[in-house]
């Protein structure tokens, strides 16, 4: 059976996800992808590639709010932030 780019794409970013280096973005963002990856725009996961870019420690910084993040990454941290908490309730 043949594998579409699109899954191909979720595929890749989902391994991303998990395998970032820190084991804190490990934690993080390998449950938000496992659960939220395949329900995101096109453009979304644009962002998400975008946002997969940034270095481990400052993503960290980023995600947990102790740092301020640039505009441009605003809504997709939003998003991650939104679907971890719903995923800890």
């Known amino acids: 059976m043949q594998i579409t780019p699109e899954e191909a794409r979720l595929k890749r970013l989902r391994m991303r996800s998990w395998r970032r280096g820190m084991k804190e973005m490990d934690l993080i963002l390998g449950p938000f992808a496992d659960a939220g990856l395949a329900a995101l725009s096109p453009a979304e996961l644009d962002a998400y590639e975008r946002l997969m870019e940034v270095n481990d420690q400052d993503l960290y910084l980023w995600v947990t709010g102790a740092a301020e993040a640039p505009a441009d ?17």
């Open 73 to 89: 990454h605003l809504p997709m941290l939003q998003t991650i932030r939104a679907s971890i908490a719903a995923l800890n309730r």
